[in-house]
């Protein structure tokens, strides 16, 4: 079965500008989760969705927002971009009690110049 | 949300057996731990997840104590390839997976031909 994936797997953006990624989860999947990984912070948790409903929330400021669609599709979206936004971006998916974890995606590595 | 400790580095050589301790001294009744490999420029994969004594799979070993404040992952007879970030979590995944999980810093274990 597919994997999680996402898109674009490239993107260079300026300061000031805005972008969205998408996460398309592994199907039947409900859970979407996204993370920050950067060489100085390691991976960081941004946010959580299960149904369309988003259910936990990391530290990152408001210009770090998402939503999740009917079909569980993701996206996240970065107003504002600082050249600190720079890093890959991590979707991984899971399934409710399901005990195998969850399944991430390869990134979309964003470069803020 | 239990806090996990692990080493941040280990060197093997090929076709040794390592072992990488993770410690979560206030890991909570219901919590599952898990353990994901990490490429470079790719996203964490899933290794194996246990809660209490032994798990193995194809992959690997988990050991865990019956106070469950720790746990090591055996990875048998590693090559090359296995050189890899290695991260332990600890979460609860009966609540609809793991919600708001903090990765920690990692392992990064070098295997030395």
């Known amino acids: 079965k597919a994997g999680v994936t996402q898109t674009p797997r490239y993107l260079i953006k300026t300061r000031g500008q805005q972008v969205t990624l998408s996460c398309s989860p592994i199907?039947?999947?409900?859970?979407v989760s996204w993370y920050q990984q950067t060489p100085g912070q390691g991976l960081q948790f941004l946010f959580e969705?299960?149904?369309?409903?988003?259910?936990n929330k990391g530290n990152f400021p408001g210009r770090f927002s998402g939503r999740q669609f009917s079909n569980s599709r993701s996206e996240m979206n970065v107003s504002t971009l600082e050249l600190g936004d720079s890093a890959l971006y991590l979707c991984?998916?899971?399934?409710?009690?399901?005990?195998?974890?969850?399944?991430f995606g390869s990134g979309t590595r964003l470069t803020v110049v | 949300l239990a806090k996990t400790t692990q080493p941040i580095s280990m060197d093997s050589y090929e076709g040794q057996e390592v072992n990488i301790t993770c410690s979560h001294n206030n890991i909570a009744t219901n919590d599952y731990i898990t353990w994901y490999q990490q490429f470079p420029s790719q996203g964490p994969r899933f290794i194996i997840q246990g809660y209490k004594t032994k798990v193995t799979n194809e992959v690997a070993s988990l050991f865990i104590p019956a106070d469950r404040k720790s746990s090591t992952l055996s990875l048998p007879r590693v090559s090359l390839s296995d050189t890899a970030v290695y991260y332990c979590l600890v979460g609860d995944m009966n609540s609809g997976g793991y919600q708001k999980v903090t990765f920690g810093t990692g392992t990064k274990l070098q295997v030395i031909p």
């Open positions: 969705y299960f149904s369309e409903t988003q259910r």
């Open positions: 991984a998916s899971s399934s409710r009690g399901q005990d195998v974890g969850y399944t």
């Open positions: 199907s039947g999947h409900r859970s």
